[in-house]
């Protein structure tokens, strides 16, 4: 059993599509639990949602499903970061999202190294 979309199997989609609509799917089931008083741990660990895509300029032979536009990058970001949400959403992704939202969530970055953000998860 899996998600339809527009009368498609999700598996019809290309990767980055599917992680979006897994994303999507994952945070409405969590904040449907959370309004409806349902059991729900309340938070959301979220690995790579966006890791598939890739500037459509340096496309090569890859489907075009497997591509998110930049755009939806964005808005990805930015609608996490204007919605309140009961829960917390976890969003562990190697872009960093658009700089005017850092100010309006917990950005971290992970950076490797001492100078600047921070070294590690642990």
Known sequence: MDLKINHRERISYGK???AIYLTAYAIAIMQYA???NYPHLGFLIIDSPLVTHKDPKNKKDESEDAYIQQSVADKFYIWLSKNQHKGQII???????????????NYIEFSGTTDYG???FY
């Open 16 to 18: 980055g599509k599917r």
């Open 118 to 120: 921070r070294y590690g």
């Open 34 to 36: 959370l309004n409806q």
């Open 91 to 105: 969003v562990i992704e190697n872009d960093i999202p658009p700089k005017d939202i850092h100010n309006k969530i």
